[in-house]
């Protein structure tokens, strides 16, 4: 049974960071491609970065490149998302997902002063 469990969430101030974990269980982590996603109430869920098996090939939607960072440790199944230079428009909650849609029940991200 594939389980996925977002941690690392919290309240920041704009211009602060924040490090997101997905630990991986029940599946073969290594034999998938990753994503984060987010989704803010009464939206749909946005992409924000994909990250190939063998973590060398990194994807970002415009809204958050060149301020967050994909990773994976294939090793401990884990997945992170560093988040640099949050925005308030970060505000969400977000979620690791697998290529068939299978995610955890999200961390929550929020950005105000």
């Known amino acids: 049974q594939v389980q996925l469990v977002e941690s690392g969430g919290d309240l920041v101030q704009p211009g602060g960071s924040l490090r997101l974990s997905c630990a991986a269980s029940?599946?073969?982590?290594?034999?998938?491609?990753m994503h984060w996603v987010r989704q803010t109430p009464g939206t749909e869920l946005e992409w924000v970065s994909t990250?190939?098996?063998?973590?060398?090939?990194?994807q970002y939607s415009d809204a958050v490149k060149g301020r967050f960072i994909v990773s994976r440790d294939n090793a401990e199944n884990m997945l992170y998302l560093q988040m640099n230079d949050l925005k308030p428009e970060d505000t969400a909650t977000y979620y690791c997902?697998?290529?068939?849609?299978?995610r955890g029940q999200g961390t929550q991200v929020t950005v105000s002063s």
């Open positions: 029940g599946f073969k982590f290594t034999a998938y491609t």
């Open positions: 990250i190939n098996i063998g973590g060398d090939s990194k």
């Open positions: 997902r697998t290529n068939s849609g299978a």
